[in-house]
């Protein structure tokens, strides 16, 4: 049997004023990935947190100051 690979993931719940932060990828079908939530592989050596931010900015284009506000 092969050896299991096993990447850690990082997946963001974004909520503000009460509302979580949900989208759609314009790539796919509603069908094939539904409502996604920021989130994706932790890079090597990458601390948990800082892959968990930089996915948000990646995939909202939003920063940590314009979250916090």
Known sequence: MPEKLV???VLCYVVRAGHLLVFRHA????????????????RPGEDPADAALREVREETGRTSQSCAS
Do not use: L, M, N, T
């Open 7 to 9: 990447i850690a993931k």
């Open 27 to 42: 790539d796919f079908s509603y069908e094939e990935v539904g409502i996604q939530v920021p989130g994706g592989s932790v």
